[in-house]
């Protein structure tokens, strides 16, 4: 069973680094073609993705937030950590991280349930 | 610019068919990428309806089609129920980008 689960602060302040990490379990990370994903999605608005790293450790970002973001993995805990910085109030947002098993073009196919960040001072 | 164009809403009666457009380019869609449509009810996480433009996941009712031509997609939903007022994303990957995009959404309403 494929499961999926973001973890990180609720609050944080503007200028602050954000810290989310990605807990899975039922697959690896390190099986060819598997990669997982960060996406966003401010209250009210669509979705948007942010970041994907893949099991050869190639990193894609968000061309409009590549300078703030960083993906990495650790196989051996099955996690998946995003950090963001210098944040600010427009990304405030839930933030899912999500599975694709057949590359970095392939299908979503099983998400976390999500995580709220508020940013505020 | 690297976008994919949803209709913001569409509507019908319960027993209607409704199509949600996905537009897009020539770096995504029109380069022959997949196209994915998402499912999410509110105050849930999106779950995968249609993957590599025209199958259905297991467990999906075949009520959900979708089609792609050149640089646009589309999903079809037969036979309208009430359940299926949701937010439905299309998804493909961008090869000026190097990354994934969504669209924009599209709010299905049942009246």
């Known amino acids: 069973q494929v499961t999926l689960r973001e973890s990180g602060p609720a609050l944080v302040k503007p200028t602050q680094t954000l810290t989310l990490t990605c807990t899975f379990s039922?697959?690896?990370?390190?099986?060819?073609?598997?990669?997982v994903s960060w996406i966003r999605q401010p209250p009210g608005k669509a979705l948007e993705w942010l970041a994907l790293?893949?099991?050869?450790?190639?990193?894609y970002y968000r061309t409009s937030l590549k300078t703030r973001l960083t993906i990495s993995k650790d196989t051996s805990k099955n996690q998946v950590v995003l950090t963001m910085t210098n944040m600010v109030p427009v990304d405030t947002a839930t933030y899912y991280c999500?599975?694709?098993?057949?590359?970095?073009?392939?299908?979503?196919?099983?998400w976390g349930q999500g995580t709220l960040v508020t940013v505020s001072s | 610019q690297s976008v994919l164009t949803q209709p913001p809403s569409v509507s019908g009666a319960p027993g209607q068919r409704v199509i949600i457009s996905c537009t897009g380019s020539?770096?995504?869609?029109?380069?022959?990428?997949?196209v994915h449509w998402y499912q999410q009810l509110p105050g849930t996480a999106p779950k995968v309806l249609i993957y590599?433009?025209?199958n259905r996941p297991s467990g999906v009712p075949d009520r959900f089609s979708a089609s792609k031509s050149g640089t646009s997609a589309s999903l079809a939903i037969t036979g309208l129920q009430a359940e299926d007022e949701a937010d439905y994303y299309c998804?493909?990957?961008?090869?000026?980008?190097?990354?994934?995009?969504f669209g924009g959404g599209t709010k299905v309403t049942v009246l």
């Open positions: 999500a599975r694709s098993w057949r590359g970095n073009s392939g299908d979503l196919d099983h």
């Open positions: 039922g697959f690896s990370l390190s099986t060819s073609g598997v990669c």
């Open positions: 790293i893949d099991w050869d450790d190639d990193k």
């Open positions: 020539s770096s995504n869609i029109g380069a022959g990428y997949d």
């Open positions: 590599d433009n025209n």
């Open positions: 998804q493909s990957y961008d090869n000026s980008l190097r990354g994934s995009l």
